[in-house]
């Protein structure tokens, strides 16, 4: 049984080895409440980490603040050691809840996403096409792209963020509205990302996902780190309160 | 007088044999109309894409100055243009008053700002959706200003459509800078004013009928293609 500080576990690397994102201290406030207080964490390169939460922990807060759509209000973001600036973010990419989609064809979608990378002509073709060969979506390339289902737009979404080659995937809970097989799909493009060495960061709330995608995890609890480490670990054998009752289905307050 | 289903009879005779007169006259207002509203589109449209989908100092002040240029009154625009023009006035030696050209002017400054604050709105909405999505790809400036105004491109024609209304259906700046001279600066409102005051009605009832059937017209066009837009789910 471990002592009560273990509760919120200290400022501590998910695991060991050079950290590809890190945050240090990172704060954020807002109308008076602390969303995010003091989170510290280091990514680590070509890994799957999982960020768990009850809903309000501030998971998808820390995610925009990891990506830099948030600025902080204290503590900061750093990108191989360097603070997070504009051609650091072009190395992340992040697809959100709700697929924000162009209202253009899904191809245009692509190519849009494309030339503001400063591709253009015949190398933007090809990584148009293997795009669309990710997501499965060569067929529809000419639809109108808010016209597919929610599991094809979140597919399209993703096959977006991949074709701009980011060094780190974020995901906010991509699956969260979607049916099994869309689902499933889901996770077989995040998991081949991680196969040709992208690493993710994959906010979720379904504990299921969590195990099958998750390599590190770390969980939030009311805008702390309550716990991180292995992924069997955190889900199997948590020693946090907030972590063992919601893993376990119990409240937490 | 005549009675007025004479009157109705004559202006569709008019209309009908596609009277030369009448055709001069409604070929002149469509083209300072169209020629105005195209330039007002391509000042007010970036112009309201810039503060629509950004912030910087200055710009509440932008967007209040551009309402209530919304609702300027034609004959005050027309009046400055005249002044501008006049020999007297700055723009004098370019000898433009009482031509066509001073009309598209005047009718030019009317519609930008309606077509520059009605496309603040339309893009200040359509951002709020892309600007993290923009963000996190990278967008630059340049880059989010034309991609926003071609994702709200048949939004943006209903705004264009707003601006060519105000403008074909405005008679004080033309009258003014215009002079509604015969055959030279004689547009379908501008003459319906003269011919009304002439007791001369059946061309003014004519081109009455024409100027309603316009603005029908091209409603009813611009409504077809936002449905088509709409079902593409482009709008």
């Given at each position: ?23 240090r ?83 245009a ?31 529809l ?38 049916d ?43 805008g ?5 480490g292995?992924?069997d ?21 | ?99 066509p ?61 707003a ?69 593409a789910?482009?709008?």
């Amino acid at each position: 049984m471990r002592d009560l500080a273990g509760d919120i576990a200290a400022a501590e690397p998910v695991t060991a080895g050079p950290a590809l994102l890190e945050a240090r201290g990172l704060t954020f406030s807002s109308a008076g409440a602390w969303l995010i207080d003091d989170v510290s964490l280091a990514i680590a390169p070509g890994r799957r980490t999982v960020i768990l939460g009850a809903n309000g922990a501030g998971k998808s807060l820390l995610l925009r603040l990891l990506h830099g759509l948030e600025r902080p209000s204290a503590g900061r973001v750093l990108h191989h050691g360097r603070p997070l600036d504009r051609r650091a973010r072009r190395a992340q990419a992040m697809v959100f809840q709700r697929p924000v989609l162009l209202r253009r064809s899904v191809r245009a979608n692509l190519r849009f996403a494309l030339s503001v990378r400063g591709l253009c002509g015949r190398q933007r073709a090809e990584r148009e096409a293997e795009a669309l060969a990710r997501a499965r979506l060569t067929d529809l390339a000419h639809r109108p792209a808010r016209l597919l289902s929610g599991g094809e737009q979140q597919r399209l979404a993703i096959a977006r963020a991949l074709a701009g080659r980011p060094e780190i995937l974020l995901l906010d809970e991509p699956t969260a509205s979607l049916d099994p097989a869309s689902t499933q799909e889901i996770e077989a493009l995040i998991e081949a990302a991680t196969a040709e060495g992208v690493t993710v960061i994959l906010v979720t709330h379904d504990l299921g996902q969590a195990r099958r995608l998750g390599q590190d995890a770390i969980f939030l609890h009311a805008g702390r780190v309550a716990e991180t480490g292995p992924a069997d670990q955190v889900l199997d054998r948590p020693h946090s309160g907030p972590a063992r009752a919601w893993i376990d289905g119990r409240l937490y307050l | 007088m005549e009675s007025v289903s004479t009157v109705f009879e004559e202006a569709a005779r008019l209309i009908l044999v596609w009277d030369p007169a009448l055709i001069e006259i409604i070929g002149l207002s469509l083209h300072i109309t169209l020629v105005a509203v195209a330039i007002a589109c391509v000042i007010g449209l970036p112009l309201g894409a810039v503060v629509g989908a950004f912030r910087f100092p200055g710009r509440p002040l932008i967007a209040v100055t551009l309402n209530a240029l919304m609702g300027l009154p034609p004959v005050v625009v027309g009046l400055v243009v005249y002044l501008m023009l006049s020999r007297a006035g700055p723009l004098g030696p370019l000898g433009l008053l009482y031509t066509p050209t001073a009309m598209i002017i005047a009718q030019t400054l009317l519609v930008i700002p309606i077509v520059a604050a009605l496309t603040k709105q339309v893009v200040e909405d359509l951002h709020r959706e892309y600007a993290d999505q923009f963000t996190s790809l990278g967008v630059g400036r340049f880059d989010r200003v034309t991609a926003l105004l071609w994702d709200a491109r048949y939004s943006l024609l209903t705004v264009a459509l707003a601006g060519f209304g105000r403008a074909v259906a405005e008679v004080g700046a033309v009258i003014i800078v215009g002079g509604n001279i015969n055959h030279l600066t004689r547009v379908m409102t501008t003459t319906i004013a003269l011919e009304t005051s002439k007791g001369n009605l059946q061309l003014a009832l004519a081109l009455g009928i024409v100027l309603v059937a316009l603005a029908i017209l091209v409603n009813a066009a611009v409504m077809a293609l936002r449905s088509s837009a709409q079902r593409a789910a482009y709008a």
